[in-house]
């Protein structure tokens, strides 16, 4: 997944954009903005464990 900053300018303000694909999220400041991404990159690249299956107990439902 693609994590890109972005500087925006405006005549009233600077802003900075983090964009996670189609998502975009805005900071005033650039190391916010920096510090978000880094974040979202760290997790994104983290380890992940895959659930596992669950029991067949709990795939039948509640009992009556």
């Known amino acids: 997944m ?3 900053i972005e500087h925006l ?10 964009c996670i ?3 975009r999220i805005q900071f005033r ?3 916010g903005a920096k510090d978000y991404a ?3 990159k ?3 690249e983290a ?5 596992r299956a669950l029991p067949s107990a ?3 439902g509640c009992s009556k």
């Not at 380890?47 to 659930?51: C, D, G, K, N």
């Open 9 to 18: 300018s405006s005549q009233s303000e600077n802003l900075w954009s983090v």
């Open 58 to 60: 709990y795939k039948r």
């Open 38 to 40: 880094a974040k979202l």
């Open 2 to 4: 693609s994590v890109r």
């Open 29 to 31: 400041n650039e190391q």
């Open 47 to 51: 380890p992940h464990s895959y659930p």
């Open 42 to 44: 760290e997790r994104i």
């Open 21 to 23: 694909g189609a998502r």
